[in-house]
């Protein structure tokens, strides 16, 4: 069993390389912590939280200094294109900052405005601010939703903890099926 501390460890380095160059959404790993309902999902989210802002300010940085180099990084992370990162140069600009806040309701990810944030003319504490409620509202929604699912699934006596992950499994298989199928590289 992963203490606590290793738990908000592994989730402030996944929210991270989310938020720079990896793929998979920290929300992987709340919802599979918040199967266990003994655990504090605010707490394990938060570290997920300040991961993704670092994160975040690393990518703003980099698109600030090299906007070239950190819109190709960014391209060759899988499922994401061309499109996608013209889709949010458009957001950016029509919208200023609260199009981060949109985001993660359209599948577009986070890095994919972090890098572009700075060319777009958004200061870094409105990036800042506007960050916070993007990811801190994602990663609390399904933390919570998965807590809740799993909670309603364990009040039949035949469910188990094995069965109940096995659930979170296929719906995160499935969930990036369908992503990597509607958002090719």
């Keep these: 069993m992963m203490s606590m501390s290793l738990k ?31 655990i504090k999902m605010f707490s394990l989210t938060i570290w997920a939280l300040t991961g993704a802002i670092i994160g975040g300010v690393v990518m703003y940085s980099w698109g600030m200094f090299s906007p070239e180099a950190g819109w190709n990084w960014v391209e060759s992370v899988p499922a994401i294109n061309t499109d996608m990162m013209n889709t949010v140069v458009h957001q950016l600009k029509d919208l200023g900052a609260v199009s981060i806040i949109m985001g993660p309701f359209q599948g577009l990810p986070y890095k994919v405005y972090a890098v572009q944030a700075a060319y777009a003319d958004i200061g870094i504490i409105e990036f800042l601010l506007m960050s916070v409620v993007a990811r801190l509202f994602r990663f609390l929604l399904i933390a919570y939703i998965a807590r809740g699912v799993s909670v309603l699934l364990m009040t039949n006596p035949r469910m188990t903890k094995r069965g109940v992950t096995i659930i979170w499994l296929i719906a995160w298989v499935t969930v990036y099926v369908f992503y990597f199928y509607h958002f090719p590289s």
Excluded at 17 to 26: M, N, Q, Y
């Design 8 to 38: 908000k460890c592994a989730c402030a380095i996944w929210g991270f390389a989310e938020a720079t160059l990896f793929f998979i959404l920290p929300d992987v790993l709340l919802s599979y912590f918040a199967l266990d309902k003994k």
